[in-house]
């Protein structure tokens, strides 16, 4: 696997690709099953939107960041080590990871409430970026991508932050928040994919499976680019 210098996407998707592996070990079975490498059930409903009813598989990936790493490196390693640690040779996987990064740091599940209220004050009455990795498996190859969408939130209120972690949905989402839920409440405005928000950008699986020679079921309803 490597990676080589890819397409320039229209700014509001910021959409790299690496140049997929250019063989696959020869006997190799290649499977139409689709393995989705995460327990997030938000990207297992986006996929089904879309037509696949992926066999779920979560790996057992450590997501710290190493130090210095720079957000768009991390989800792209770690998305990658996901798909490794579960997909094996000759099947077809997928597994992303997102970040939410504010002043260059990236924010990941807070899983506290104090962690996610002082995320949230810290996103109120900004813009921040989502970045989204995917990588994805077929026929001997993986490639591998990023995407980026910049969301605005209106200011928050203390007492509002505090109802909205009281209610538990931010602790298991980057950035503490859900757009698909009660914390699309927060947001004023989307630059890009929102899919991508939500966990996983499938206009963008799509053509890195299609770069790979893969055909999904059918094309999703909505837009993801």
């Given at each position: 696997?490597?990676?080589?210098?890819?397409?320039?996407?229209?700014?509001?998707?910021?959409?790299?690709?690496?140049?997929?592996?250019?063989?696959?070990?020869?006997?190799?079975?290649?499977?139409?099953?689709?393995?989705?490498?995460?327990?997030?059930?938000?990207?297992?409903?986006?996929?089904?939107?879309?037509?696949?009813?992926?066999?779920?598989?979560?790996?057992?990936?450590d997501e710290t960041p190493l130090a210095g790493?720079?957000?768009s490196a991390m989800v792209q390693r770690l998305?990658?080590?996901?798909?490794?640690?579960?997909?094996?040779?000759?099947?077809?996987?997928?597994?992303?990871?997102?970040?939410?990064?504010?002043?260059?740091?990236?924010l990941g599940k807070p899983l506290v409430p104090?962690?996610?209220?002082?995320?949230?004050?810290?996103?109120?009455?900004?813009?921040?970026?989502?970045?989204?990795?995917?990588?994805?498996?077929?026929?001997?190859?993986?490639?591998?991508?990023?995407?980026?969408?910049?969301?605005?939130?209106?200011?928050?209120?203390?007492?509002?932050?505090?109802?909205?972690?009281?209610?538990?949905?931010?602790?298991?989402?980057?950035?503490?928040?859900?757009?698909?839920?009660?914390?699309?409440?927060?947001?004023?405005?989307?630059?890009?994919?929102?899919?991508?928000?939500?966990?996983?950008?499938?206009?963008?699986?799509?053509?890195?499976?299609?770069?790979?020679?893969?055909?999904?079921?059918?094309?999703?309803?909505?837009?993801?680019?």
């Amino acid at each position: 696997f490597f990676r080589t210098a890819g397409w320039t996407i229209p700014r509001t998707r910021r959409l790299r690709w690496p140049r997929p592996r250019p063989w696959s070990r020869e006997g190799e079975q290649v499977s139409g099953h689709l393995v989705l490498a995460s327990g997030s059930p938000r990207r297992l409903t986006l996929l089904r939107s879309a037509g696949f009813e992926p066999e779920v598989r979560v790996p057992p990936v450590d997501e710290t960041p190493l130090a210095g790493e720079d957000p768009s490196a991390m989800v792209q390693r770690l998305a990658l080590a996901k798909l490794h640690s579960v997909v094996v040779a000759g099947e077809t996987g997928l597994a992303a990871d997102t970040a939410v990064v504010v002043d260059g740091e990236g924010l990941g599940k807070p899983l506290v409430p104090d962690r996610a209220q002082q995320m949230l004050r810290l996103l109120s009455g900004r813009t921040h970026e989502v970045v989204g990795g995917i990588a994805v498996r077929h026929g001997g190859r993986d490639a591998v991508g990023v995407v980026t969408t910049r969301v605005s939130f209106r200011e928050l209120s203390d007492d509002e932050i505090r109802v909205y972690v009281a209610s538990g949905e931010p602790l298991d989402k980057a950035g503490g928040y859900a757009i698909q839920g009660g914390g699309g409440r927060l947001v004023t405005e989307v630059d890009g994919c929102r899919d991508n928000v939500i966990g996983l950008s499938l206009g963008a699986a799509l053509e890195l499976f299609s770069i790979l020679g893969f055909q999904p079921p059918s094309r999703p309803g909505g837009s993801s680019l």
